[in-house]
């Protein structure tokens, strides 16, 4: 190895190199841990028994894979209407009227519906990006369909804004001896906790903007949403 042959003080397994530290680069994430430098994906310290350290810059796998813990996030764009805390069907935004409205993290479900009707794109998902608006008029809503509904009641159970009600299916079912989903779409945000709890796959939101979940958390299970 290089400091077997280089002269320079050897201490600790390590040589000791005088002058400063290498500087971490300006453009580098101040946010990831300090550890070894790394030099075309090997140690330094092992090419030349150099003890360095400097902050490392993520790989963009690594980007990607902390990106996707983040909840969705209000950014600084946001004007204070309160648009996304009367949509959110978690009940998890908070904030005050022309301030800043904020998520909070462990609530967050990350299903989209306060960015899609944002006015002004405040909004960032679980990838950080931000999430377009979508004119309310434009935004499509859960439909049932009628064939598939077994009347099991799960759809009306974890709607946060109770918009789904359960009607007489008028030959629309193949028993038609059970009442079936109808959907209120003047109250419907396109959340779609109704889709993530059917197993009949009965209702959905078609070409939704929004996400869909595969696994809730209990406090949404159990009704204590809102």
Partial sequence: FWFLVSGLPFENGF???????????????????????????????????????????????????????????????????????????????????????????????????????????????????????????DIPKADVIPHLCTGCEFCVDICPFECIAMVPANDETIANHYKIAEVDQKKCVACRLCESVCDKDAIVVPNAPTQLKGYLPDFVVSGTGR
């Fill in 15 to 137: 040589v000791s190199f005088p002058g400063p530290s290498p500087t971490p680069h300006p453009a580098f994430d101040s946010q990831v841990h300090t550890t070894e430098w790394l030099l075309g994906g090997t140690s330094c310290a092992l090419l030349t028994g150099l003890r360095c350290s400097a902050t490392v810059p993520r790989s963009p796998l690594q980007a990607t894979n902390e990106r996707s813990k983040m909840p969705h996030f209000i950014t600084d764009l946001c004007i204070g209407c309160g648009v996304c805390e009367i949509k959110c069907p978690t009940n998890t935004i908070w904030g005050e009227t022309k301030g800043q409205f904020y998520i909070h993290p462990e609530r967050c479900i990350d299903c989209s519906v306060c960015g899609i009707y944002c006015p002004v794109d405040a909004i960032q998902n679980q990838h950080g990006d931000l999430i377009p608006r979508v004119k309310p008029k």
